[in-house]
């Protein structure tokens, strides 16, 4: 099969021929339909993630076709339709079985270190082992995955849209829906109108929200927020937390969310949330070694900090909930899909990326 694989950090991938050799007990070979190009992705490429390693095939936000099953699969068949988890969900472990989280303990340490669950890998090169990446490497014509980290959806759903499910779009929604469980007729601020954050202004919409009011830098990405549903829109910068504040009668927003990565910004979201009971929910992902800085007063009369990944979402249950609001409507996702693009294109995906031209761009398999 070809697959795009990860050589050298900080260059270009290579689109290349390898081998994947059979599901064994408990996995699942999969046709890949559709990838979106995620910036988890390029931030391993670019070799700044001091866990990432290489040679391995990148790609995470998958969707396809099952095509074969090893011994043992019992949820999944041939034909079916699925999206791909970084996040399994095992049903099994201690945290599967408890609701008030969606971090599954089954395989975590082999997936890290790239492998799947008996610790070998399925991707070869003239014999040499190739690293798997968050347990997905679906910047390739095939995959075999854990059959817990497969989430199989509505076969009526196209592919293209679905795959956007398996990452940013399901941890905006589960940020407002599972994590902050917004409530009806409340105020919400979410910082940061990528993936993430526009997901969270669906969430807080579909959570039935009266005011949404999304904050970042680019006027277009605002707009887009409009479009899932913010009523009001702002640009972010050093007086964002007072104009919160004195457009919110001087209390701040009952729920605040941070999808921007950025340690000030997530102040910014715990002190734009209201005494009392706001709750700021910070789903982005800060960089090594960095801290966010509270004034305990803040908790002390009232406001609460929750962190949530992959939006507390339970994969297998809670992607195929998602993909059906989608189908009935009340997810827009195509305003997300700004570029489509071939395997072999999947560098200039990255570019757009970096040129923040759009929001995704999602890899067709012919
Ligand atoms: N928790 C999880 O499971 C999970 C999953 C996926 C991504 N993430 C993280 O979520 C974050 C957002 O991801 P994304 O794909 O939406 O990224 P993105 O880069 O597409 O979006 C970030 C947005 O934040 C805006 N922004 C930057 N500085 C700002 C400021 N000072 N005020 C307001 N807005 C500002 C940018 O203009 C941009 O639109 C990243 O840190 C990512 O790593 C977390
Ligand atoms: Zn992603
Ligand atoms: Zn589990």
């Keep these: 099969m070809r697959a795009a694989v990860l050589e050298e950090f900080g260059k270009p991938l290579a689109i290349q021929e390898l081998e994947l050799t059979d599901p064994k007990e408990g996995e699942a070979l999969v046709r890949l339909v559709a990838c979106g190009v995620c910036h988890t992705d390029l931030y391993t490429a670019s070799g700044v993630d001091p866990s990432g390693y290489a040679p391995t095939v990148l790609g995470h936000e998958g969707a396809g076709v099952v095509e074969a099953v090893g011994p043992g699969v019992e949820s999944l068949a041939v034909g079916d339709h699925v999206v791909t988890l970084f996040s399994p969900q095992c049903r099994k472990c201690v945290h599967c079985l408890d609701d008030r989280t ?99 202004v669906a969430g807080c919409r579909l959570q039935g929200a009266e005011r949404i009011i999304c904050v970042d830098l680019s006027d277009d990405r605002l707009e887009l927020a409009r479009g899932q549903g913010a009523t009001e ?20 927003a009952d729920y605040t969310f941070e999808a921007t990565g950025n340690v000030k910004v997530m102040q910014q979201a715990v002190e734009a949330a209201r005494m009392a ?19 305990p007063r803040l908790l002390i009369t ?7 990944s992959f939006g507390g979402v339970k994969g297998r249950d809670g992607v195929p ?26 560098n200039r995906g990255f570019e757009l990326m970096e040129a923040q031209d759009g929001i995704r761009s999602v890899i067709e398999f012919g």
């Design 277 to 295: 009971w706001g709750l700021a929910t910070v789903a982005g992902v800060a960089g090594k070694g960095e801290t966010l800085d509270i004034v």
């Design 102 to 200: 969606n971090l599954c303990l089954a395989i975590r340490e082999q997936q890290n270190k790239g492998y799947l669950p008996d610790g070998t890998t399925r991707l070869k090169r003239d014999g040499e082992e190739i690293r798997h990446f968050m347990g997905t490497s679906t910047f390739a014509e095939y995959t075999v995955m854990p059959e817990i980290a497969l989430a199989k959806v509505n076969p009526d759903a196209p592919l293209d849209r679905a795959c956007l499910f398996a990452c940013g779009l399901s941890t905006g929604l589960g940020a407002a829906i599972n994590t902050a469980k917004v409530r009806e007729g409340t105020t919400c601020v979410v910082f940061g109108a990528g993936m993430v954050g526009l997901g969270a």
């Design 321 to 346: 909930e998602f993909v059906e609001r989608y189908m009935a409507g009340d997810i827009d996702v195509d305003p997300f899909i700004s570029h489509r693009i071939t395997l072999d294109e999947v």
């Design 233 to 252: 829109t702002m640009i972010g910068g050093e007086d964002t937390v007072e104009k919160i504040v004195e457009e919110t009668g001087g209390f701040g």
């Design 302 to 308: 009232g406001r609460r900090v929750a962190g949530s």
